[in-house]
């Protein structure tokens, strides 16, 4: 049995701590759960987050991909990674504002998985 009350107060921790991780910026942003912000992507040390605009919202005015080169001694983790985008003003503009996973292309390049 669905307990709706009790999902909807699991919904409001989780974004409570999402927004204490990265601030304002990720409220209802960021759909990647709380368990996973440690969650290791990558162990190289320079790495490449790519993320591309071929959604219908850029079918008339394309945009360019966007390129993130981070560099750290630590493993990235999803954290990590998601701090810098921020750092970086990352913004997709678009409907795709929903970051809901990170992607492996290869061992130094990675990919941001938009919903909308
Ligand atoms: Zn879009």
């Given at each position: 049995m669905v307990d709706s009350d009790s999902d909807e107060i699991?919904?409001?921790?989780?974004?409570?701590?999402i927004n204490n991780?990265?601030?304002e910026w990720?409220?209802?942003?960021?759909c990647i759960s709380s368990k996973e912000l440690?969650?290791?992507?990558?162990?190289?040390?320079d790495i490449i987050i790519k993320n591309t605009y071929g959604c219908y919202c850029y079918s008339e005015a394309q945009?360019?991909?966007d390129y993130f080169h981070?560099?750290?001694?630590q493993p990235h983790t999803n954290k990590t990674i998601i701090k810098h985008l921020i750092k970086n003003n990352f913004n997709p503009g678009c409907?795709?504002?929903?970051?809901?996973?990170?992607?492996?292309?290869?061992?130094t390049s990675y990919q941001l998985f938009m919903g909308s």
């Open positions: 699991e919904y409001a921790k989780e974004q409570q701590i991780t990265f601030g990720a409220n209802g942003v960021i440690d969650t290791i992507i990558s162990t190289e040390k945009r360019p991909h981070i560099r750290s001694n409907n795709h504002m929903f970051l809901e996973h990170i992607s492996k292309i290869n061992d």
